[in-house]
């Protein structure tokens, strides 16, 4: 766990603490970019060996380099602190059970990331006898009727990953102070560059930090930042007891990644702005899911929540499963990858084949394909969607 220090007030915008909070030039002998301490253990003063007490122990429990990136991302959240996870599942299951007990009862949208779902609806409660109620999530009063007097957590993602869909944070936070809940939200999407869940009112934040943080597709990572009471409790329970401590290196990445988040996050936004104005007025495309958008449903929220936007979107082809199919596997820019947020494009299907029958427990449409603008030329990128749809075009069943 990290907690904010002093030295750390100085850096007030987002963009001088991703590049410089942590960072103390003087305690790394000037090093402009920190070394990574790739050490298991750190060995303690005694009365002779003139070894200063730093407070480390263990990298399971906390590392130098794991605790510059957890400042780091402690100060953008707004948060009092942070802790780092050896993914972003790592973090999300460590800030739920934070909250869980047995026979308990979660309530979360439909739309939130699966294997998060699976954890809530499947493994918690085949282990602990946790009851999940699953709703839309759109309206707050959703959350106030599927309360129980059992009922320990609120579990938001906001917006989601497959259709974007948002949730009112401060009107949610609110109801569940009001009955005694805990909040936690994965604010993957958005990152800490664009919404800050904290200062609405939710209790704790995680992040994929694979996704925009790192940027580059080369680490598995996740964060929770919240109070420091919270973080400690969290660090002391399911992190340091399950074992899912950051590695160093993963961190000195994930730092890496911080550092040029904002002008990253700026590119993917721009770009998937202007492809996503472009699938709305394709013939091929039924329906077109970004906050970013003037049609967006949720648009006052979106304005109220996000300050920018990213290279995530979603559309609904309008044809067949098999024009679909034929769309995705034609285009040469985009690969078939499950993950975002960095500097590739990416595209899946996670819904094409589905009848409306079977996509609506997800509460997402059938024919649905989400893809990840990178950080490709704009145009290169729209040019092999054209193309791609005009293959598809082709295909008949």
Not at 286 to 313: H, M
Request: glycine share 8%; net charge negative; hydrophobic share 40%.
């Amino acid at each position: 766990m990290s907690e904010l220090k002093p030295q750390d007030e100085k850096f007030r915008t987002k963009e001088d603490i991703c590049t410089h909070l942590g960072d103390e030039y003087a305690k790394f002998m000037g090093a402009i970019v920190p070394p990574i301490f790739q050490n298991s253990l750190f060995v303690k003063p005694t009365p002779k060996n003139g070894i200063p007490d730093t407070g480390f122990v263990y990298t399971r429990v906390s590392n130098p380099t794991i605790d510059i990136a957890e400042r780091k991302i402690a100060a953008l959240e707004g948060a009092e602190a942070a802790a780092c996870f050896s993914s972003g599942m790592g973090a999300i299951s460590a800030a739920i059970m934070h909250f869980i007990k047995k026979d308990c009862h979660v309530i979360a949208p439909h739309t939130i990331y699966g294997p998060t779902r699976t954890f809530l609806s499947e493994y918690l409660a085949d282990k602990f006898g946790v009851t999940c109620t699953f709703v839309h999530g759109s309206d707050p009063e959703d959350f106030r009727k599927a309360i129980r007097p059992e009922t320990t957590l609120i579990y938001l993602e906001s917006p989601s990953s497959l259709v974007l869909y948002m949730q009112d944070l401060k009107a949610i936070a609110d109801i569940a102070k009001e009955h005694g809940i805990g909040t936690v939200i994965d604010n993957s999407y958005a990152t800490p560059l664009h919404q800050n869940p904290i200062s609405y009112g939710i209790d704790l934040v995680c992040h994929t930090a694979s996704k925009y943080m790192g940027g580059h597709s080369d680490i598995v990572a996740g964060v929770v930042a919240g109070s420091a009471e919270m973080i400690e409790q969290i660090c002391k329970n399911e992190r340091e007891l399950y074992g899912a401590c950051m590695d160093p290196h993963q961190a000195w990445l994930l730092i890496r990644g911080l550092r040029s988040l904002p002008v990253r996050l700026r590119a993917h936004g721009e770009s998937g702005l202007k492809v996503a104005k472009w699938l709305e007025t394709h013939p091929c495309v039924d329906r077109v899911f970004y906050p970013g958008l003037d049609s967006y449903p949720q648009k006052e929220l979106a304005d109220r929540y996000l300050s920018g936007t990213n290279g995530l979107i979603s559309f609904v082809y309008k044809g067949t499963a098999a024009q679909a199919r034929e769309f995705v596997y034609s285009l040469k820019l985009f690969q078939f990858g499950v993950s975002w947020g960095g500097f590739e494009s990416l595209i899946v299907m996670p819904t094409v084949g589905m009848t409306d029958e079977e996509a609506a427990p997800f509460d997402v449409p059938a024919n649905l394909i989400r893809i990840h603008i990178g950080l490709e030329n704009v145009d290169s990128l729209i040019a092999d969607l054209d193309q791609a749809f005009e293959a598809s075009k082709k295909i008949t069943e």
